[in-house]
C-alpha cells in the first residue's frame, strides 16, 4: 500500500470527489485539497482494521532474569522462623507497653 500525496485545487476535488475517495480508499494515498494554491483539507483513507486484541503485543518485551525463581532471597525467608523481626521493624507499633 503506498503513501503518496498529491495535490488537487478544490474545485476539481468537488467535481471528482466520490473517485478520489473510492481511490484513496484502495491505494491508502493521500490527498490535499488546495484553495487558491493554500492547503486547506487532507483527505485519506479510514483506518477500519485496528487489529486483534490478541497477540498484538507479541515481540515487545524480553524476559531479563530468572522467571522461576524466587523473588524473595532465601537469607529473607528466616522470617518464618522469627515472625517477631517484623514487628521489631515498625517504627509506628509500640513494643512493649506497659
Given amino acids: 500500500m503506498a503513501t503518496e500525496e498529491r495535490t488537487i485545487p478544490a474545485s476539481q476535488f468537488r467535481d471528482q470527489c466520490l473517485r478520489l475517495m473510492d481511490e484513496i480508499n484502495e491505494t491508502g494515498d493521500t ?3 488546495t484553495k487558491h494554491g493554500r492547503p486547506v483539507a487532507i483527505v485519506g483513507p479510514a483506518r477500519r482494521d485496528k487489529g486483534s486484541l490478541w497477540g ?3 515481540g515487545t518485551t524480553r524476559i531479563l532474569g530468572d522467571i522461576d525463581g524466587p523473588a524473595v532471597p532465601p537469607d529473607d525467608w528466616d522470617i518464618l522462623s522469627n515472625p517477631d523481626r517484623v514487628f521489631d521493624s515498625v517504627p509506628f507499633l509500640p513494643h512493649d507497653s506497659p
Fill in 31 to 33: 490527498l490535499i485539497v
Fill in 56 to 58: 498484538f503485543m507479541k
